[in-house]
């Protein structure tokens, strides 16, 4: 059977900026997505030049350009969720949020990028203004770290009272992860329901990595792809993420790139016994 034809392998509809290190962006959403099973109909909303250290600069797509190759595919394609990563510009969100009204039944997974991992800023005041206005009450999954939450719960003093007001503004289910954090582990927060569903520990490793976000928040909107619960797809999108990052390698002088394909080295190993 020719996998055009195959009804078991879902489409996810991706807004991401390119990156040309391959770390981060449509490239981790690619693959990450891949890994679950699904297949990535990638749509680039900005075109970034960076290294695994840090964005230099962005040149951000116009609100038609987006608007043209999602519907394209929309059009085309049976979507089955959607991931949202790197914006870019206010024209970026609000097409987005024009294609999202029209496709209010395929889940929505926001990784809202506000900075990069370097520390350069990809969002200023108005974007996150509008980002809680337009994309936020139509998300299904929200995965910030704690400092996008904070940024975007402004009223908030503490983890819990930012993720009730994420959800109070229209997120349905909200992740927030903890790497960014002084604790001995990692601690991600998973809320739902006006409350705290569940609270995963996971082992800090010793390194940064350009691109976990993309990882996580893609692998989650591939298995909700496969119509997987949303908590089940959360943990088993961390337990991805956690051994590419173990698996993680260096290949330029700043952070280490995930392998998203640590999983073929492993059935090969297995293969040989």
């Not at 075109?47 to 595919?73: H, M, N």
């Not at 337009?134 to 995965?143: A, D, E, M, Y």
Request: net charge negative.
């Amino acid at each position: 059977m020719h996998l055009k034809d195959n009804p078991s392998l879902p489409v996810v509809l991706v807004f991401a900026g390119n990156d040309p290190t391959g770390g981060a962006g449509i490239q981790a959403d690619i693959e990450s997505i891949a890994s679950m099973g699904a297949h990535a109909a990638p749509v680039i909303t900005s075109i970034t030049v960076q290294d695994t250290q840090d964005v230099k600069s962005y040149f951000p797509l116009g609100l038609t350009g987006i608007i043209e190759q999602a519907r394209a595919v929309l059009e085309d394609m049976p979507i089955a969720a959607i991931k949202i990563g790197m914006l870019g510009s206010l024209e970026a969100i609000e097409a987005i949020s024009s294609i999202l009204v029209d496709y209010p039944d395929i889940p929505v997974v926001l990784d809202p990028v506000i900075s990069a991992g370097g520390g350069a800023t990809l969002m200023d005041d108005e974007m996150l203004a509008a980002i809680c206005n337009l994309l936020i009450p139509k998300t299904t999954v929200l995965v910030p770290n704690s400092e996008e939450a904070r940024l975007l719960a402004r009223e908030a003093d503490v983890m819990e009272a930012c993720a009730q007001e994420l959800m109070d503004m229209g997120a349905e289910y909200v992740l927030i992860t903890g790497s960014h954090e002084k604790t001995v582990e990692v601690i991600n927060l998973f809320f739902g329901n006006s409350r705290l569903i569940d609270t995963f520990s996971w082992e800090r490793l010793p390194h940064t990595y350009h691109g976990s976000g993309c990882t996580l928040a893609a692998c989650i909107a591939g298995l909700l792809a496969h119509r997987i619960d949303p908590l089940s797809a959360v943990h088993e999108a961390q337990e991805f993420t956690w051994k590419s990052l173990q698996a993680g390698y260096r290949l330029g002088m700043g952070q280490l790139i995930p392998n998203r394909f640590f999983w073929a080295v492993e059935d090969e190993s297995a293969e040989d016994i």
